[in-house]
């Protein structure tokens, strides 16, 4: 059973001494609001104060720019976290208490949802009060810190797994905003998968015999090849009705998609040459993946032989399914409890009542859910997570992490972010609510510090008590069928020379001759729809 021992005691304290300096860290990762593949700015000020703290840091790792790797201390024990900072394209909005796009860019830029600001900044200060509590007591061990963006689209983790960057580690803490308080104890995410699609009109001019058409030279009237956004377009309506006769409908897959590029051609008569469409989707059995895989396969080269392009495909990502650790779990739990529930304050619950007031309800005294000011056992929410799932389903929805799992016993720590409580049942609120509560140091606060020392708590047991890590390892070990390499182990499924995908056209900031701009230009009026139909 841990005990809040004089180090633990100092870790929660510094913390609470910087509580203003980690306040404000979130503030500045939240309002760079920077999407999946483009976290420029984000993961450079990481980078910086990584460096400042005395941690060597390896910038762009696997050929990923807005990755990271760094590392401080020596010797073991080795444990590791990561911060994300990734935000969501058509999520703009002001940190105030009605919708509220943000200003100077198109209404549909991208913003914090999850948050990943509150998440990296979560886990930065619970691994930097370790370190100060290493120092402070001359432990000797060591902190790994790694930056993992692009998590929107599971597209980090899995390339530094497969380039060996979570190798020789001994202890993982994975962590994310949620409702509550707890520690997954048996359902970790599912698998993601992801691959984009290309389509291009390589021989446009051999789409019809010439020798049909009499008058020559007049392109604007001749029939034109159908060319690649028709291709895309076929490939989205067969995989449309394909997907019903993917795998049956038991247990919890998606499949979804994503146009980057279409029909990018201003001379209507002239096939378009290019196009990509990019499939996401989770399942919680690798053969399911596979199976949904073949199928687009299938469909890309038929949209292709039907309009004249060739299909080309381009793996974005492929996770494992994640691999539990009750040990941890329960360690970390145990840790949650000495730190004590998170609790909002008055200044968080009038903001979340001016948002009631705005929406038209009689605002709460305590807005916020219950869950979220209460620690929640992991069998609980064990228990309250599988009332909708299969019997056969041991995994669930999908989130990169689960490639941590499978190089060192991992935890997964859940800590609470603000959600507004429905005020009934079939009612639930728009986004930007949640998304406006992210940046409200008030809101968010008390669920990232009680992450944080969590975290500091538990990497410092992993650290002074070597029964807790032992524990740890001898599950893992048993539950790989040996440990890394093992019989029941799963290597990663992405190759080692992987070149990630960052060359693709993602949503990002631009700077034009207009000055900077969303990938979608900032338009006159409005979102620059135009008038309403
Ligand atoms: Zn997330």
Sequence with gaps: MPELTQHKRFALEWIDERARRFSDWHMK???????????????????????????????????????????WGKGGP????????DAVPGNS???VPYPAPREGVHPWAAGHTDPHSQLGTTALAGVLATKATMEKFNLEGTLKFFGEPAEKVCGSKPVHAAKGYFDGADAFISYHPHFTNTAILDTQCGSYWSAVFTFETLEPEKWIDKSLVPTKHTSHAAARCPGAIDALCLMYTMTKYTKEAMFPHTGTWTLNEFVMVAGDATSDNLPPRFSQIQYSWRAPVLGIQQQIYNVLANNARNAA????????VRWVTKTRVGLTN????????ENMKLVG?????????????????????????????????????????????????????LNYTSDDYVDYTWHAPTVRVLSMRPRLKPPNDSYEYPAWVNNAMGG????????????????AATLIDLLTVPEHLKRAQDEFKQRTGG???????????????????????????????????????????????????
């Design 440 to 455: 409200l140091p008030a809101a968010i606060n008390p669920g990232m510090f009680f992450g944080a020392k969590t975290i």
């Design 93 to 95: 909005q002001q940190p």
């Design 29 to 71: 990762i939240w309002n760079y609001h920077e999407p999946a593949w483009r976290e420029y700015k984000s993961a450079k000020a990481y980078c910086e104060l990584l460096r400042a703290e005395g941690f060597t840091v390896e910038e762009g790792s696997g050929g990923m720019p807005t990755a990271f790797a760094a590392s």
């Design 326 to 333: 009750h040990a941890l779990a329960n360690l970390t739990f």
């Design 483 to 533: 440990g890394v390499g093992g019989s029941q182990w799963v290597a990663p499924l992405l190759p080692r020379d992987f070149d990630p995908p960052v060359d693709l056209r993602w949503p990002e900031y631009v700077e034009t001759v207009r000055g900077p701009e969303w990938w979608i230009p900032t338009p006159h009026a409005g979102s620059g729809a135009g008038d309403p139909l």
């Design 305 to 312: 032989a039907t309009t004249g392009c060739r299909a080309s």
């Design 78 to 85: 080795v444990l590791g976290s990561y911060a994300e900072y």
């Design 341 to 393: 529930a998170p609790k909002f304050d008055d200044e968080a619950r009038k903001f979340g009542r001016d948002i009631q007031k705005n929406l038209g309800f009689e605002p709460m005294d305590s807005p916020f859910l219950d869950d979220a000011e209460r620690l929640m056992p992991p069998q609980e929410y064990e228990t309250y997570l599988r009332r909708a799932l299969p019997e056969w389903q």
